[in-house]
């Protein structure tokens, strides 16, 4: 994926102001991308302490049905409902059929298990959809522009800021205002006495793992417009999430937030300010994090 999201050539003559602006909604709207990768990855974690390495391919399975579903029906709503159910149902097949059979094995075979997922879903995507990278076209509703100080600034990318705070909103609910998120914070902490009292601990997993492929690839369908869905897509997707979650702590919500926000101002302000070192602000700022906080900003050190 891109360091940052492409934007027109600022004029000489603009103003600072509505520069700096400008590249603080670009900002704004990676992170609401990134944000949705990450959180899919730290409530695999943070609930089931699994670390999923398949979590950027199912991103990128979400840009490429994406792709097919607005390519064959023209809408690109339809194409944000069944990339993330497809992957939602994969996710639960897997999850079903290979993870529940390792809880109560070390964490390295869920590594081995993950990466192999991985492997697998992007040769199936090669051979599915080919080697040519694919790319979505907007609809003329969300194709315009705003202006913001008198400058132009792509409506779309307001849409994936209002739909990074629409998820963590409604994420946020799911986790404190309800019973299916009170037994996912139940599980998380004691999953065998969750389950002594009566729950259904299994269910609660697959509902997890379905619910962050979902996010995922929900991500990789609002950014196929934007970004060429192209095989190798995920790995590079999937080090951003684990950078984000690293700085802001291993299953941590408010810490994916932050960490979304810190990584995709560093992204958009460094790519803009100083493209060369762009790449190693990225990294100087997980590094500077977890020295002074080895748990990640709001995570905890186990």
Not at 19 to 25: E, G, N, P, R, Y
Not at 144 to 171: K, T
């Amino acid at each position: 994926m891109a360091r940052a999201i492409p934007r027109r050539a600022p004029e000489p003559s603009m103003d600072p102001v509505a520069l700096f602006t400008l590249q603080l909604l670009n900002a704004l709207s990676l992170s609401a991308l990134l944000f949705f990768i990450a959180l899919g990855l730290t409530l695999i974690f943070g609930i089931m302490r699994v670390i999923n390495f398949a979590h950027g391919a199912i991103y990128m399975l979400g840009a490429y049905v994406g792709v097919t579903t607005q390519t064959l029906t023209g809408s690109f709503a339809l194409s944000l409902v069944l990339a993330p159910l497809a992957a939602a149902l994969l996710g639960l097949a897997f999850e079903r059929s290979a993870l529940t059979r390792l809880y109560a094995r070390e964490h390295s075979a869920f590594l081995l298990v993950t990466f192999g997922l991985a492997l697998a879903l992007t040769e199936a995507i090669r051979l599915a959809w080919g080697p040519d990278p694919r790319q979505a076209e907007l609809p003329a509703a969300l194709a315009g522009i705003v202006f913001v100080l008198d400058e132009p600034f792509p409506v779309y990318r307001l849409v994936l800021i209002g739909a990074g705070a629409a998820a963590a909103l409604a994420l946020w609910l799911l986790l404190h205002r309800t019973r299916l998120g009170l037994l996912m914070r139940a599980a998380s902490q004691n999953a065998a006495m969750t389950a002594a009292l009566g729950n259904d601990v299994a269910a609660v997993r697959a509902a997890v793992f379905a619910l962050a492929c979902g996010l995922a690839a929900l991500g990789g369908a609002l950014a196929a417009p934007l970004f060429t869905a192209y095989i190798g897509l995920g790995t590079s997707v999937i080090i951003d999430a684990f950078v984000i979650v690293m700085i802001g702590g291993m299953g941590s919500f408010v810490g994916t937030a932050v960490g979304s926000l810190l990584v995709g101002f560093a992204q958009t302000f460094g790519n803009f300010y100083f493209p060369e070192l762009a790449l190693g602000a990225t990294y100087a700022l997980m590094i500077a994090v977890l020295l002074l906080r080895p748990g990640g900003l709001f995570g905890r050190e186990e």
